[in-house]
């Protein structure tokens, strides 16, 4: 079994900056592709940036150029430092693993992490 867990989120001005966490256990961490997603009030969750086991990276067009994905496979993390945040980033943000188990992939969830930007 799998535990996700995010942590860093909070309140910040519009313009600021905020890095969040991930950590998950078991050893296959680092066979594991990574991703955020995020959920507005009232929105359907939708995917933030995804990071491969390999480390290869993908942002949704709303965050290209002001978030960043990455990884610490030494410390079982993942990490989204989110810059230039706006209004619009007020969410509720959440952890996803992709485990390769045998001939499938199974995904494991965080409980999320609230990030509010005020403008």
């Known amino acids: 079994q799998v535990q996700v867990a995010e942590s860093g989120g909070g309140l910040v001005q519009a313009g600021g900056s905020l890095r969040l966490s991930c950590g998950a256990s078991g050893r296959i961490f680092r066979f594991s592709a990574m991703a955020w997603h995020r959920q507005a009030p009232g929105k359907q969750r939708e995917l933030v940036a995804t990071?491969?086991?390999?480390?290869?990276?993908n942002y949704a067009d709303s965050v290209k150029g002001r978030f960043t994905i990455s990884r610490d496979n030494a410390k079982n993390t993942m990490y989204l430092q989110m810059d230039n945040l706006k209004p619009e980033d007020t969410a509720v943000y959440y952890c996803?693993?992709?485990?390769?188990?045998?001939?499938?992939?199974?995904?494991?969830w965080g409980q999320g992490t609230r990030v509010t930007v005020s403008s």
């Open positions: 996803k693993a992709i485990v390769p188990i045998m001939d499938t992939v199974r995904e494991y």
């Open positions: 990071i491969t086991s390999g480390g290869s990276t």
